[in-house]
């Protein structure tokens, strides 16, 4: 894609936190690029850095964080057509809030109980960002949010527009949560785990919402989610993150079908599969690592069944696997020894592949 295409690029980002017990390694040195229209997911287990990374984009770190380096440059026009770059690292949190939070960069949370207000109505919550940024008229923010909550599916929002949150089963919260997101037309819309608790049926309809949404609106999206059955059905490109650093990087083909981390042949094992008989789910051995403590070498090695000693002293480098396809692991180094992924999951993925022809058919 042409340069000029890219929206967000997050250029050697690292993140301390500062704690009673020490300072914690969160953030460790991340690029990530997202270009105009595209879907990009973070994919990792709880504690991988996935939502720090993205509350930095966002302007709302706590307090204690410290940025150690790195930048966030974000590209957007404004409403006269010009064409607008920043670095969010280097602006006040004043400034975000007033140009970047909810007007061009936009949050779906994973629980839509927290981020909406129980004591104000569902209509006063969507016309908040519009009088905030754009001090649209009461009468026409009215109308917007009334067309808003019918764009995300919520029938009679007339009605809806005076309840409160408790009158609306979650899956209707959750539409009601994209449709703030949506309210002051947004570039850029992060969804942090949008569908975590929501029931299948219901997550599949949410995730159709936003995949249908952005194709009409022309937004780009990122997908913070451990849960890889979520990036099968809406990612473009794909990144996994480990321990506050991204592992692997490719398009969504690259990460289902040619994975080379150990930690992403893990994370795609993990995946319930309803196609094999056998009754066992796959968990990755161990635990994540505790970033008060940090040790050297490769973060994933104590977990890692095809670890060489190596990865005990070294931290490996991004080894190129395609023009797209970065990861990094020792065993892509052309001195390691020939490992292949395990066979079940080799077996797993011919069937992915097979299912994805059938449905293409």
Not at 45 to 60: D, L, N, P, W, Y
Not at 299 to 318: T, V
Request: hydrophobic fraction near 40%; charged fraction near 25%.
């Amino acid at each position: 894609m042409a340069e000029k295409e890219k929206i967000l690029d997050i250029d050697n980002l690292d993140i301390t936190f500062k704690t009673t017990a020490g300072p914690v390694h969160a953030i460790r040195g991340i690029n990530i690029e997202l270009m105009k229209g595209q879907t990009a997911a973070i994919v990792g287990e709880s504690g991988s850095g996935k939502s720090v990374t993205m509350r930095a984009v966002m302007g709302i770190l706590a307090s204690n964080s410290v940025v150690n380096s790195g930048k966030i440059n974000f590209r957007y026009t404004h409403q006269d057509g010009t064409p607008a770059e920043v670095d969010i690292l280097s602006k006040d949190k004043k400034w975000i809030r007033n140009h970047i939070n909810g007007k061009r960069i936009a949050m779906v949370f994973q629980d839509p109980m927290t981020s909406l207000d129980p004591t104000m109505q569902i209509g006063k919550q969507i016309m908040e960002g519009m009088s905030w940024h754009y001090h649209t008229p009461k009468q026409e923010a009215w109308k917007k949010a009334v067309s808003l909550l019918e764009e995300v599916g919520i029938e009679n929002p007339e009605k809806r527009m005076k309840e409160y949150p408790h009158q609306l089963s979650g899956g209707m919260r959750q539409r009601v949560v994209i449709a703030i997101a949506l309210s002051a037309n947004p570039d850029l819309l992060i969804c942090d785990e949008p569908t975590t608790a929501l029931d299948v049926n219901i997550q599949a309809k949410i995730l159709e919402l936003i995949t249908r949404i952005q194709k009409e609106r022309g937004i780009s999206v990122i997908y913070i989610t451990h849960d890889l059955g979520v990036v099968a059905k809406v990612a473009d490109f794909v990144y996994v993150m480990y321990a506050g650093k991204i592992v692997e990087q490719g398009t969504i083909n690259e990460i289902f079908y040619d994975p080379k981390h150990p930690y992403t042949w893990g994370l795609l094992s993990a995946m319930p599969d309803l196609t094999t008989d056998d009754p066992r789910l796959y968990t990755i051995p161990g635990s994540p690592p505790n970033l008060l403590h940090e040790k050297p070498g490769d973060a994933f090695a104590p977990r890692n069944p095809y670890a060489l000693e190596i990865d005990d002293k070294a931290e490996p480098p991004m080894f190129k696997v395609s023009d797209t396809h970065y990861a990094a692991t020792w065993l892509l180094d052309p001195r390691a020894p020939k490992v292949e992924m395990p066979s079940e999951l080799k077996d797993r993925i011919e069937r992915m592949k097979k299912e994805a022809k059938e449905a293409e058919a």
